[in-house]
C-alpha cells in the first residue's frame, strides 16, 4: 500500500537520523487523504512525542507561499506589474548590468544576483536593501537561474512598499481571508510565546551568533533572524493543518475547480508556468517538476511545488488532485541536504499510486 510504503520511509529516515521529528498530510484540493505525526522533537531519548499540531520552521517555503501569495494579489489587484523594473522602486539598484532587470526577475530567480552575501548578515534592514542592491551581479539577468535568497529578501521588501503593511500582516490577512483555517492550525510568520511549545526545535548553523543554543519558535535562518524573524525568503512557521488548508486552496485554483478572489485560476496559472529562462525549472516564486528533483519521478508535468532548507517540503499536483506536505526539522542535527533530497524522492514516488 502506497501509504504503508511512505511511512517506512519516513520510519526509516529517522533511524538514519536524517531528522526526528516528521509530520505529513496528503490530500486533494478538498479532503485530506492522509495526515500523519512521526518521531520525536528531538534525538534525546526522553524527547517529547511529535504530534499532528507541532509546528515547524517552513524556511524558503516562504518564496512560494508568502512572497508568492503576496504578489499575485498584488498583480490580481493591479498593484503590482510582474515586468516592473527593480531600478523604479530602489534608488541604488543602478548599473547598465541591471537596469532592466525586472519584479519577474527576482521571483524566477534570474536577476542576477548570487545566493547569498559574502560576509555576515547586516544589522538593519536599511543596510540590507544597501548591500543587495550594490552587490556585484554574478550573471547577466535572464540568461541563467541561480537559487538567490537575495532576490526573495528584496522582492519581499518591494511588496512591502507597494501594499505599505509588513509582509506578516499582509500574509495574516490572506490566511485568514481563505476560511478554511483548521482550528488549531498554524500558519504564519513567527508564533507568538503561547505556542511556542508545539514548536519543533532546530539548531543555529556554525555562523550564526545564536550558535550555542537551541531554537523553538524562531526562524532558523539568520538573514531572516537579523530581520526581525519575517522576510521574503524564509520566516513561515506552520503545522500540517495549516499549511495543508493553503495548499488545498492552491490546488483546486490551479484545477480551475474554484475562483477564490485569492487564487484566481489564471493566474495561479501564470505564477506556476515555467519561466523561460534558458536551463531553468523556476516558475514565479514556485519550482516546477522535473525527474530529478526532490518531487521524484512520479508527478506529472503539471506539478509545482519548493522545498525548506530545514526539511520541509509542499509539492502540487493538479492532474492528480493531489497536494503532498512533508515537514521535518532535519535543521535540528540532522542529516545533510542531499540525504534529505533521498528521503523526498523515496517519500513522493511511495506516493505515485496514491
Not at 529578501?153 to 511588496?159: C, E, Q, S, V
Not at 474554484?258 to 493566474?267: I, N, Q, R, V
Amino acid at each position: 500500500m502506497a501509504i504503508d510504503d511512505a511511512r517506512r520511509v519516513i520510519a526509516d529516515a529517522i533511524a538514519a537520523r536524517a531528522f526526528p521529528a516528521a509530520a505529513v498530510e496528503v490530500g486533494s484540493g478538498g479532503r485530506v487523504v492522509w495526515a500523519e505525526s512521526f518521531g520525536s522533537l528531538t534525538f534525546d531519548g526522553d524527547a517529547e512525542r511529535t504530534a499532528v499540531d507541532t509546528i515547524f520552521d517552513l524556511a524558503s517555503l516562504t518564496k512560494p507561499l508568502a512572497v508568492g501569495s503576496i504578489a499575485m494579489e498584488l498583480v490580481r489587484t493591479g498593484v503590482l506589474a510582474l515586468d516592473a523594473r527593480v531600478a523604479d522602486f530602489f534608488d541604488e539598484w543602478r548599473g547598465v548590468d541591471r537596469e532592466r532587470v525586472t519584479v519577474r526577475d527576482l521571483l524566477e530567480h534570474a536577476s542576477g544576483l548570487p545566493a547569498r552575501l559574502v560576509d555576515r548578515p547586516p544589522a538593519t534592514r536599511r543596510e540590507f536593501e544597501h548591500e543587495i542592491s550594490t552587490i556585484a551581479l554574478e550573471y547577466e539577468p535572464r540568461t541563467r537561474s541561480i537559487y538567490s535568497d537575495l532576490g526573495f529578501i528584496l522582492a519581499g521588501f518591494l511588496l512591502e512598499r507597494l501594499s505599505g503593511a509588513p509582509l506578516a500582516v499582509m500574509f495574516d490577512g490572506m490566511v485568514r481571508a481563505l476560511g478554511e483555517r483548521p482550528e488549531r492550525g498554524y500558519l504564519g510568520f513567527e508564533p507568538p510565546a503561547d505556542l511556542r511549545d508545539r514548536c519543533a526545535p532546530t539548531l543555529p548553523m556554525d555562523v550564526d551568533p545564536r550558535r550555542g543554543r537551541t531554537l523553538r519558535g524562531e526562524v532558523h535562518d539568520d538573514y531572516a533572524a537579523a530581520l526581525g524573524g519575517a522576510a521574503g525568503h524564509a520566516g513561515l512557521f506552520a503545522d500540517a493543518g495549516g499549511a495543508g488548508a493553503f495548499a488545498r486552496a492552491l490546488l483546486r485554483a490551479a484545477r480551475g475547480i474554484d475562483g477564490e478572489a485569492l487564487f484566481p485560476p489564471a493566474l495561479v496559472a501564470l505564477f506556476v508556468t515555467r519561466s523561460a529562462v534558458p536551463g531553468s525549472s523556476r516558475a514565479l516564486a514556485w519550482d516546477t517538476m522535473l525527474p530529478t528533483s526532490s518531487c521524484g519521478s512520479r508527478m506529472s508535468a503539471q506539478a509545482f511545488g519548493h522545498v525548506g532548507y530545514t526539511g520541509t517540503s509542499l509539492w502540487i499536483d493538479p492532474r492528480r488532485d493531489r497536494y503532498f506536505l512533508l515537514l521535518t526539522n532535519r535543521a535540528y542535527g540532522g542529516g545533510t541536504i542531499e540525504e534529505m533530497r533521498t528521503v523526498r524522492r523515496a517519500f513522493h514516488d511511495a506516493l505515485g499510486d496514491l
